[in-house]
């Protein structure tokens, strides 16, 4: 059973370009989140997918948006890039429980490297 | 922002120590998860405990849950090398969403 998976791992921008980043869920699981985690610091929530639309959505600038697909995986979006988006940008999922909740153990993908130049 | 303080900011130990780390937490939780993350690595889960729960046990790993301290231990026993890493606790509010929020991670040296 393949865990989170995520690619590409590591890649290098130049500011102002445009970065897509992708993700398959864990098998069975149907919530995508996406979280960044700067060096140093822990991870910091961007944003959730279930059914398609974006739920929850963390203290990121619209810059950052993002996708899922019907068969749950995801992709996430950054344009105009700033040296400070640098960083560590790690998948979650989990499943939803009875009527979409939630609770449950959030797994986490190897992540993508982005450096910023 | 940060939910989660975790203490201490590092530890070092001889291999064979017990090695445990505390995480405190601001808001009411559904339920904490704690994980272990190798240098540039992904996040391995760990433990995941409730909110009506007090204490869980996976292997050499204890977790202890202190709701009215909104506080949390992880405890390593005979610890090992392989050990060596950083490890954060993460918070999923009582409105049990699914959003995790992240303390800053103890890091933990295990000497051989």
């Known amino acids: 059973d393949a865990g989170v998976t995520q690619s590409p791992t590591h890649l290098i921008k130049t500011r102002g370009q445009q970065v897509t980043l992708r993700c398959s869920p864990k098998?069975?699981?149907?919530?995508v989140s996406w979280y960044q985690q700067a060096l140093g610091q822990g991870p910091q929530f961007i944003f959730q997918?279930?059914?398609?639309?974006?739920?929850q959505r963390g203290n990121f600038p619209d810059r950052f948006s993002g996708h899922q697909f019907p068969n749950y995986s995801s992709e996430l979006n950054v344009n105009a890039l700033l040296l400070g988006d640098s960083a560590l940008y790690l998948c979650?999922?989990?499943?939803?429980?009875?009527?979409?909740?939630?609770?449950?153990?959030?797994?986490f993908g190897e992540g993508s490297w982005l450096t910023v130049v | 922002s940060q939910q989660g303080e975790e203490d201490p900011q590092a530890l070092s130990i001889q291999e064979g120590e017990n090695a445990t780390m505390n995480c405190s937490y601001k808001?009411?939780?559904?339920?904490l998860q704690w994980y272990r993350q190798n240098s540039g690595r992904g996040l391995v889960h760990l433990i995941l405990i409730r909110s009506n729960e007090r204490e869980k046990h996976s292997g050499r790993l204890r977790v202890t849950l202190d709701t009215s301290k909104k506080s949390s231990s992880l405890l390593i026993t005979a610890s090992r090398a392989a050990d060596t890493a950083s490890y954060f606790c993460?918070?999923?509010?009582?409105?049990?969403?699914?959003?995790?929020?992240f303390g800053q991670g103890t890091t933990l040296q295990v000497k051989p």
């Open positions: 098998s069975g699981h149907d919530t």
């Open positions: 979650a999922s989990s499943p939803s429980t009875h009527r979409g909740r939630f609770g449950n153990t959030i797994y």
């Open positions: 808001t009411s939780i559904n339920n």
């Open positions: 993460a918070t999923d509010s009582s409105s049990n969403t699914g959003k995790l929020i």
């Open positions: 997918y279930y059914e398609e639309e974006e739920r």
